[in-house]
């Protein structure tokens, strides 16, 4: 007896996961050479110093500054 050929629904890859999806690019962090490295013989290190933002305050709350990293 043939084995029966095994189909996979739509959008799914070989090994049983989601295939595709949206593709979302990261924040540019706010890259800044770690003062510690300038020094350094063995190589620069870059440290995130972070993207600031306004959030929106809920109801009677005013608008804050939020970092993000």
Avoid: C
């Avoid at 593709?23 to 300038?38: A, C, F, G, M």
């Amino acid at each position: 007896m043939k084995d029966p050929k095994i189909t996979r629904p739509v959008g799914v890859n070989k090994d049983g996961y989601a295939s595709g999806g949206v593709k979302v690019e990261e924040s540019s962090q706010n890259l800044h050479l770690d003062p510690r490295s300038k020094s350094s013989i063995r190589g620069r290190n870059h440290i995130a110093q972070g993207d600031t933002v306004t959030v929106k305050g809920t109801k009677t709350r005013k608008p804050v500054k939020a970092t993000w990293f």
